[in-house]
């Protein structure tokens, strides 16, 4: 989904201001859209990729030295997102720190059994891309570059990219196991519509508890969804089925919450 270009640009203003960088932006309403979804959870971790060459002399080297950073998120519905943002980016820059170490190692060290239902730690992944080459030179010739995500086994993946044309994507991975198409639509316009209202003051002083989670066209559909076959009905059989609706409409963005698992 690209970003209307006023969003695109807030982010990227905001980001300049907070001293920030735009994927600190997209992580930190990524963690606080999982919050308010899952009112009960009130820890998670969200997992980042290096490439790990923090050497010079691995610059040149060919291969995959790529490691898995876990980012570790405490609700704080109070705070600014400001200020959660600054805290994201704290949070990454101490992860990257740290990041020679291999995430295997990490999981041995810490005794973390591993599982055949889900990774280990975190079930939600980020990653950012800024620019979209399509051509370099390597090894003395002209390449093509194209992408090709390998399949993973997390249960939300999204993924941020900033063109060099000054556009926004983001695209929404989740587990085909879990959801659906709709569903992953769904979520996907849902954490457009939290980050535009994050962003929207451009200074980062809107608290993280305040933006509404669902669209109102989106709750607008639940509630057609929820009215079935249209037929004629006294006012007092109206009120009655208008509170079924909402009764209903709760249900089915329930539905719809991420699992903690």
């Keep these: 989904m690209r970003l209307d270009v006023q969003t695109a640009r807030t982010v990227k203003q905001l980001a300049r201001k907070l001293h920030c960088t735009n994927f600190h932006v997209y992580l ?13 959870t009130n820890r998670f971790f969200v997992g980042i990729a290096d490439s790990n060459r923090v050497d010079s002399k691995f610059i040149r080297t ?5 490691n898995l950073l876990p ?19 704290n949070k990454v820059y ?19 059994s591993r599982s055949g239902e889900h990774t280990p730690i975190f079930q939600i992944f980020m990653d950012y891309r800024l620019g979209d080459q ?15 995500n390998a399949a993973t086994g997390y249960d939300l993946q999204l993924e941020a990219l900033d063109t060099s044309a000054g556009e926004s994507l983001i695209t929404l991975k989740l587990q085909d196991s879990l959801y659906s198409q709709y569903h992953t639509e769904l979520l996907l316009r849902t954490y457009v519509h939290f980050l535009k209202q994050l962003t929207a003051d451009g200074v980062g002083n809107i608290t993280l508890d305040k933006p509404t989670v669902w669209s109102q066209q989106d709750i607008d559909n ?8 249209r037929q004629s009905i006294k006012t007092s059989e109206k009120r009655h089925r208008l509170t079924l609706h909402r009764t209903i409409t709760y249900l089915v963005m329930a539905s719809y919450h991420l699992s903690p698992n």
Excluded: H, M
């Design 62 to 66: 060919l291969g995959c030295l790529v």
């Design 71 to 89: 980012i570790r998120f405490d609700r704080e519905d109070n705070s600014k997102f400001g200020d959660a943002v600054k805290s994201a980016r």
């Design 94 to 112: 101490g992860a990257l720190q740290n990041s020679q170490v291999p995430f295997d190692v990490l999981l041995d060290t810490l005794e973390i």
């Design 134 to 148: 399509q051509k370099t030179v390597f090894a003395g010739c002209d390449t093509k570059v194209t992408w090709n």
């Design 28 to 40: 930190t309403a990524l963690q606080a859209l999982v919050f308010r979804l899952l009112p009960e």
């Design 222 to 229: 639940a509630l057609e969804v929820s009215k079935g076959k």
